[in-house]
């Protein structure tokens, strides 16, 4: 029942938009589309889609991405093989900030267990100062900055 009443209003809706006139185009409509057009034709070769490049570029890039990919999958591999040989390199490297990065662990540290310490009212009331001081602080700057710049 449904599919005949479907045939129906499809029918209904094409023979109402065929009574329809059919609008004019307006009349910048070909200039715009030429000029897009033109537009499209003095573009550089590398803003062009891939297929419009030349061929010696094509290729060209067509072999550093496949020179790129063997790379990122030798060294890949030569990582897997000696994680920890590139793990101590890395330490060796960045060796200068343990003592930055173990005072870094106790704050957190710290933090951490004075978080666990705190009630969660008094987090509550911290984090409603610290937006009532941050809106205070823009006010101020705004005000500042409209008392400055104010055309007399």
């Not at 343990?98 to 969660?120: F, K, Q």
Request: net charge positive; with cysteine.
């Amino acid at each position: 029942m449904e599919i005949n009443f479907e045939k129906q209003l499809v029918g209904l809706i094409h023979r109402e938009l065929r009574r329809l006139p059919d609008l004019p185009a307006p009349d910048t409509l070909i200039p715009r589309v030429r000029s897009s057009i033109a537009a499209q034709a003095r573009q550089p070769w590398w803003q062009r889609p891939m297929m419009t490049w030349p061929v010696d570029f094509r290729v060209a890039f067509i072999a550093l991405l496949v020179g790129s990919l063997g790379l990122a999958v030798f060294s890949g591999a030569e990582i897997s093989l000696g994680v920890s040989f590139v793990f101590q390199k890395i330490m060796q490297v960045f060796g200068l900030f343990t003592p930055l990065w173990e005072h870094l662990v106790v704050l957190a540290n710290v933090v951490l267990i004075l978080g666990r310490a705190v009630s969660s009212y008094f987090l509550m009331y911290a984090a409603l100062l610290l937006g009532v001081m941050y809106l205070t602080c823009v006010g101020i700057g705004t005000l500042c900055f409209r008392v400055t710049f104010a055309k007399p």
